[in-house]
């Protein structure tokens, strides 16, 4: 199946904003229920592009986590505003709370950020953005097909996906894709994406963050088959909960609220470093996503100090259990007794 894609782009001499990314985006726009998506380079460029889109600028100011991939405050920077990081609840996600103590007349942006593949509150982000007049940008690269409230997409001004190979919808290298219902936000998009051009005539100076034809067939292939994938981890997330809810702190859910999609497990435990070691031993591979916040990064010493009690304590806690739709049960439960005997 897929190499038949890759032939048919390769015999086509059309590499570039060719037929399977317009087939590609009118699928996911479908998928996601949104009127418009726009498939950019990577899901870093998502972010920035979204940004440059809604002229978030020099002096403005963008609220969001200290704990997300430091590309999500790259891409404010990028931009020329300030990122503003505020802390998370207990469940890793942005706390609705510290947003609206943050929000200040330089706010233009709240980036709140969909970690693990767990929607944040976005009712009450929303209404906070709405009563203070500024946009709202999902950081959602860890997060494709989660649903919140019934929807894929949570009526925001525009949502960042994520195509890399690690994320549950990937690609072959990078790539990326911006979900919105502005046919506004949408017109700018496109041109920002190809060197400002409209036609023959180029508008405004914008960017080179292209979706690669081959990357588009690829995805088109997969999109069809990513619900069962999603299913069958959200049952594997519910297997670990009910097996180590009483050895260790493990994420929950209500499902009358939303659906996640399980890009990672995060467990929280005293003991992460000891269990890691552990499980490394017993031929158990784990992560941590992500050991050092952002604010505690070199790249961030120009900002200033910044406490996030929250943040800090978890990082030192969490550690990423595998789960993947590709696991065998006996791999599975494995892990589980292998878990269970750390703490045994």
């Known amino acids: 199946m897929y190499c038949k894609s890759f032939e048919t782009v390769a015999r086509s001499g059309m590499y570039i904003l060719g037929e399977h990314v317009a087939n590609l985006e009118q699928a996911l726009a479908s998928y996601l229920g949104v009127s418009y998506v726009v498939t950019v380079n990577s899901g870093t460029d998502a972010l920035f592009l ?21 590309a999500t405050v790259g891409a404010v920077m990028a931009v020329g505003a300030t990122p503003v990081l505020v802390d998370v609840l207990d469940d890793q996600l942005i706390d609705p709370v510290r947003i609206e103590e943050k929000v200040t007349s330089r ?21 906070i953005a709405k009563k203070h007049g500024v946009s709202v940008i999902d950081d959602a690269a860890q997060s494709f097909g989660s649903v919140y409230q019934g929807k894929r997409y ?129 031929d158990v591979e784990t992560k941590v996503h992500y050991p050092i916040p952002c604010h505690q990064q070199d790249a961030w010493s120009l900002q200033g100090d910044l406490s996030l009690p929250v943040t800090e304590m978890q990082a030192g806690k969490i550690l990423s259990l595998p789960v993947s739709h590709l696991m065998t049960e006996q791999e599975h439960e494995y892990v589980i007794d292998s878990v269970r005997r750390f703490f045994a």
Request: hydrophobic share 40%; proline share 4%.
């Open 154 to 282: 949570f009526d925001t001004h525009a949502a960042c996906y994520s195509f890399h190979p690690l994320k549950n919808y990937h690609c072959l290298g990078d790539g990326g894709a911006i979900a919105t219902n502005s046919e506004m936000m949408y017109k700018k998009l496109l041109r920002l994406r190809n060197h400002g051009i409209d036609g023959r005539l180029s508008g405004c100076f914008g960017y080179n963050s292209r979706l690669d034809e081959i990357q588009a067939a690829f995805l088109l292939n997969v999109l069809p088959h990513l619900d069962g994938k999603l299913e069958s981890r959200r049952q594997k997330a519910g297997q670990y909960i009910d097996a180590l809810g009483d050895l260790v702190h493990v994420p929950s859910w209500d499902e009358s609220v939303m659906e996640p999609t399980f890009q990672t497990f995060v467990i929280q435990t005293e003991q992460r470093d000891e269990l890691a070691a552990f499980l490394h031993a017993e």
């Open 50 to 70: 979204s940004m440059k889109a809604l002229e978030v600028t020099d002096g403005d100011e963008v609220i969001t986590v200290g704990n997300s991939f430091i």
């Open 107 to 127: 706010t233009r942006a709240i980036i709140p950020v969909h970690l693990t593949g767990r929607p944040a509150d976005m009712q009450r982000i929303n209404a």
